[in-house]
């Protein structure tokens, strides 16, 4: 399995798997003399933490990052930033009715069929899980944009075919719940805002800023669907309505509406960075469903073990951290002009 890097200029290469000993990073190209806050990674963890409600899997793990090089007296050298996040409440024996069956719209055939083995315990590599460590390198990239004045932010505007400009705690909680009650799964949106991006991240062909987001988002398990600005809607409007006009303003090109989502072109425009993420439904239905072991015999599985019923509120900090990591992966290559 290659492919495992996300990255030109600031680079995570991940490892690990969802029962491994540990789940852990490296990351190449962050610049030194950067003082790491580890009490914000630590809080960007615990927003993905799980067991914190009926409706999330009761798999709870501590989540500590430790740190093995790149750091010195609490701040980066600039050489690679190596870190791993030990597992330590993995219950493998949940997973033994699933070692010949293929759980449906997981990965679990395609693993079989590509690789000729798969890690069947928690999803192995498939498992989401494996992201935590893009968690920690946003969080320090957050660190570094934060000291330009670049913020990201996101919320649920979507639950299944409920809709809100943001669901409050309370509101997720209380949606997902009827679901896990149900003993059924259901999807979501969430929207990212980068603010105060610099004018011209991005390049006009193959490294488009919106594309390289794209790949970013849909990298994140179960991400079905991205856009940014108007997305799909810009097909029913008019050129007219659609266009974002130039003015002028405070000594700066602005522009008087932003359905491009802060990028033309393929290139940041200063406006803020508007897009959405759709993610499907947790494809681990409490309830009995049809599918065909190894050997292609029928059969009715029904699946056991600890899972969420939505991504959402774990998926959040992934968002983030994927805006996050891909806008100061464009900073610096701006800065060192490599493209």
Known sequence: MNSNTIGTAYCLTTFGESHGPAIGGVIDGCPAGVSLDKELIERELDKRRGGKNAAMSMRKEPDEVEFLSGLFEGKTTGTPIAFIIRNRDAKTSDYDNLKDVYRPSHGDFTYQEKYGIRDYAGGG?????????????????????????IEVRSD???????????????EIENILTKYREEKDTVGAVIQGVIKNAPVGLGEPAFMKFNAVL????????????FEIGEG?????????????LFTFESGKVRTLTNHSGGVQGGITNG?????????????????????????GNA???????????????????????????????????KKCNKI
Do not use: W, Y
């Not at 498939?126 to 004045?149: D, E, F, K, M, N």
């Not at 649920?156 to 309370?170: A, K, L, M, N, Y």
């Open 232 to 244: 799909m809607h810009a097909a029913a409007m008019r050129g007219s309505d659609c266009n974002d």
């Open 156 to 170: 649920v505007i979507q639950i299944g075919p409920e809709r809100s400009e943001g669901f409050s705690t309370e």
């Open 125 to 149: 590599r498939a498992s989401a899980r494996t992201l935590l460590p893009c968690v920690v390198a946003g969080a320090i990239a957050r660190q570094i944009l934060a000291t330009q004045g």
């Open 271 to 295: 406006e803020d960075i508007v897009f959405r993420v759709g993610f499907k439904p947790i494809p681990s239905v409490m309830r009995p469903q049809q599918t065909v072991d190894i050997n």
């Open 214 to 225: 794209a790949q970013a988002m849909m990298s994140i398990n179960g991400a079905k669907g």
């Open 299 to 333: 059969k009715v599985l029904e699946i056991q073990g600890r899972h969420d019923v939505c991504v959402v509120p774990r998926v959040i900090p992934m968002v983030e951290a994927m805006a996050a990591m891909v806008t100061l992966d464009f900073i610096l290559l």
